[in-house]
C-alpha cells in the first residue's frame, strides 16, 4: 500500500480533459426549466437571447454524457488546477478519529473559490461567440471577482452588479474585481430600468441578489454584444464544476482510496453537485455506494425545509421557472445571517438527486460552523470561506462519531474557498456578537404561499 501524502497532486497530465454530465446518467431527468410567461419549456432560442448559445446548448442537454474542455480553458485551468487533495492528518489527530478525513481545495486561485472553475468557460464561450462583454450580480463578491478575472483573461467587457450594501461594506472585493478591468455598479442603480423604479420604489434601498440579477439581466438584453451570465445552480455551471469531482475521483483512485462519504456545502448547489457528479454517476449507474451529504444554513434551509416545485430563480422574477427545492423566491434569510449559502432555491439537478434518495441533507447553525471554522484553520492552517465552513462542520461530526464506533471511515468534503474577504463575519463570531436564526414554520408557510401555480 502506498503511503498517502498530506496533499495529493495530480500531474498537469491527469488533469481532466472532459467535463462530466451526471443528467446523462439520471433515468429520471431533472425537471425542464419553463418560460414563466407560457409555462412551456424554454427552448434553446429563447435561451440564447439571455445566455451565450453554447452554454445555453450546455444548460439544456441532459443526455451527452462528456463535454471535453476547449483546449484554451485548460490551459488556464493550468495556472491553479488540478487543486490539492489533501489528508487532513493533523485534524484527525485532533480529534482522535481511526476516520481517515480527505478535502479538496479550490481556493488556491485569486478568487479564492471553486467559482473561477465555471467562470473561465463562461467567458470562453462569451469571447467565442464574438462577444462584446458579458453582465452578472455578485453578492459577497467572490462569483463576480472570478468572472473579472475570466473576462481580463479573455479580454471581454465585464459589468457586475454589486448588492449596495456589500459594494459599501466589501471595498476590497469590490477593488479587487476592479484591478481585473470590471465596471462595478452598486445595485440598485440609476442606469437600469428597473434599477431606477426600485430606487423609487423604496428610497434609500440598499439592494438584494434578486433585485441585482434583474439588473444584470436587463443590461445584458439591452446592450448590443452582451449576454448574462450567472456562477451557481444552472446545469451548465455543475458541468463546468465538474472538474472538481473528476479530479476528486482521480486522485483517490490513485491511492486506491474507497471514498465512504462525500460531504459538501450547499447555496445554489454547484460544488455540491460538482463535487459529487462522478460518485453520484456510479451510484446511478449501480456501480458503487456511496453517502452523500449536503449541508446548508439553518437560517436558510432549502433542500431540509423547502417545497420540491416550481419558482423563479430570482427575486425580480425575470428568470425561467426551475423545479427545485424552494424556500420561495422572495425568501431572505435573517439580517443576521454571516455564513454566506443564502440562496433561496437549489440546482434543479442537486435537488432531482435529492428526491430519488441519492444524497441526504443537514442544516447546521452559523455559530457551530463558525466554531468549526475556527477550529480547522487553527489545525490545519487554511483560513476557510464561512460557506465551506458547513461542510468542515458536518466532516467534523462524522469523524467524531467514528470515535465512538471506531469506524475507519473515508471522509471526503469539499474545502470550496478562503475566508479572507469575510472578516467582519469572524470579527462578530470573534466578539461573540455571532447569533443563530431558525426560521419559524409560520415565515416559511408565507414564503412558499407565494410559490408560483405550475401544475
Ligand atoms: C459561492 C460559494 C459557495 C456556494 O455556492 P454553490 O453554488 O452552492 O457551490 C460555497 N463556497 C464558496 C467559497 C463560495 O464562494
Known amino acids: 500500500m502506498k503511503t498517502i501524502p498530506y496533499k495529493i497532486y495530480l500531474e498537469e497530465s491527469e488533469m481532466p480533459d472532459k467535463w462530466y454530465n451526471v443528467r446523462a446518467d439520471m433515468k429520471k431527468k431533472p425537471a425542464p426549466i419553463l418560460d414563466p410567461g407560457t409555462l412551456k419549456p424554454v427552448s434553446l432560442a429563447q435561451l440564447s437571447a439571455i445566455f451565450c448559445e453554447e452554454l445555453a446548448r450546455q444548460e439544456l442537454d441532459d443526455t451527452t454524457a462528456y463535454f471535453p474542455i476547449p483546449e ?11 487543486s490539492p487533495l489533501v489528508r487532513a492528518y493533523c485534524l484527525e489527530e485532533h480529534l482522535k478519529t481511526p476516520a481517515h478525513i480527505y478535502y479538496k481545495f479550490e481556493g488556491n486561485n485569486t478568487s479564492g473559490s471553486h467559482k473561477l472553475n465555471s467562470a473561465i468557460a463562461q467567458a470562453y464561450y462569451a469571447k467565442k461567440q464574438g462577444l462584446r462583454g458579458v453582465t452578472t450580480e455578485t453578492g459577497a463578491g467572490q462569483w463576480g471577482t472570478a468572472l473579472s478575472m475570466a473576462c481580463a483573461y479573455f479580454d471581454l467587457d465585464c459589468q457586475v452588479y454589486m448588492v449596495k450594501c456589500s459594494y459599501e461594506q466589501k471595498p476590497f472585493r469590490r477593488e479587487v474585481m476592479r484591478t481585473y478591468g470590471a465596471k462595478v455598479t452598486p445595485s440598485p442603480s440609476m442606469e437600469t430600468e428597473v434599477g431606477r423604479r426600485i430606487n423609487a420604489e423604496f428610497p434609500g434601498t440598499t439592494g438584494s441578489l434578486g433585485c441585482a440579477i434583474s439588473e444584470a439581466v436587463e443590461a445584458a438584453v439591452t446592450q448590443e454584444g452582451y449576454r448574462y451570465v450567472l456562477g451557481s445552480v444552472l446545469s451548465q455551471v455543475l458541468l463546468h464544476q465538474s472538474i472538481i469531482g473528476l479530479e476528486t475521483k482521480a486522485a483517490l483512485d490513485k491511492y486506491g482510496i474507497k471514498a465512504d462519504m462525500i460531504i459538501g456545502c450547499a447555496g445554489g448547489g454547484s460544488n455540491l453537485g460538482g463535487l459529487i457528479s462522478p460518485f453520484a454517476g ?5 456501480t458503487a455506494e456511496y453517502e452523500i451529504v449536503a449541508v446548508e444554513p439553518a437560517s436558510c434551509p432549502s433542500l431540509t425545509r423547502g417545497r420540491y416545485a416550481y419558482d423563479f430563480c430570482d427575486t425580480g422574477k425575470v428568470c425561467p421557472l426551475s423545479k427545485m427545492y424552494t424556500l420561495g423566491c422572495g425568501f431572505i434569510p435573517s439580517a443576521n445571517h454571516a455564513g454566506g449559502l443564502r440562496y433561496h432555491g437549489m440546482s434543479s439537478v442537486v435537488s432531482e ?11 447546521v447553525e452559523q455559530t457551530e460552523v463558525f466554531e468549526a471554522a475556527t477550529r480547522f484553520a487553527r489545525i490545519e492552517g487554511i483560513l476557510p470561506a464561512p460557506e465551506s465552513s458547513h461542510a468542515i462542520k458536518v466532516a467534523m461530526d462524522e469523524a467524531v462519531r467514528c470515535r465512538e464506533t471506531g469506524e475507519e471511515k473515508n471522509i471526503v468534503f469539499g474545502l470550496t474557498g478562503t475566508g479572507y474577504f469575510d472578516m467582519v463575519a469572524y470579527q462578530k463570531y ?10 419559524s414554520d409560520e415565515e416559511l408557510e408565507k414564503s412558499f404561499a407565494q410559490l408560483p401555480k405550475v401544475l
Not at 72 to 82: D, T, V
Not at 430 to 439: A, I, K, L, R, T
Open 72 to 82: 484554451e480553458i485548460r490551459n488556464f485551468y493550468r495556472m491553479y488546477r488540478p
Open 282 to 286: 456510479e451510484m446511478l449507474r449501480g
Open 353 to 363: 438527486l435529492y428526491d430519488q434518495g441519492l444524497l441526504t441533507a443537514r442544516s
Open 430 to 439: 470573534n466578539d461573540g456578537e455571532m447569533q443563530d436564526h431558525v426560521p
